[in-house]
């Protein structure tokens, strides 16, 4: 009696809930809903949309800046080693090659996004 009574109410419920999710997409079908969520750009506008240079060449310069970054963290592993000015030396080296090239890039407006 008592599994009756429960697979009974399981499917009345498993019913109820499939009638419901039938009747709710009927209630707000509207152009928005219908179209696949492409990164916030329209699927059906032109594949070929015009590029920021100015983006472009920020993205590499972040690329290169990272890529230094990345070269300087093996140092406290490095720390452990019998030449300790030699590894020191190497990483101010790369620390102000880093400094640098960012002056440089600031001084030529590679930075700049009102031009």
Known sequence: MNFALILMINTLLALLLMIITFWLPQLNGYMEKSTPYECGFDP??????????????????????????????????ALQTTNLPLMVMSSLLLIII??????????????????
Do not use: C, H, N
């Not at 290169?64 to 140092?75: G, S, V, Y």
């Open 44 to 77: 059906m506008a032109p594949a070929r949309v015009p590029f920021s240079m100015k983006f472009f060449l920020v993205a590499i310069t972040f690329l290169l800046f990272d890529l230094e970054i990345a070269l300087l963290l093996p140092l406290p592993w």
């Open 98 to 115: 880093l400094a640098l090239s960012l002056a440089y890039e600031w001084l030529q407006k590679g930075l700049d996004w009102t031009e």
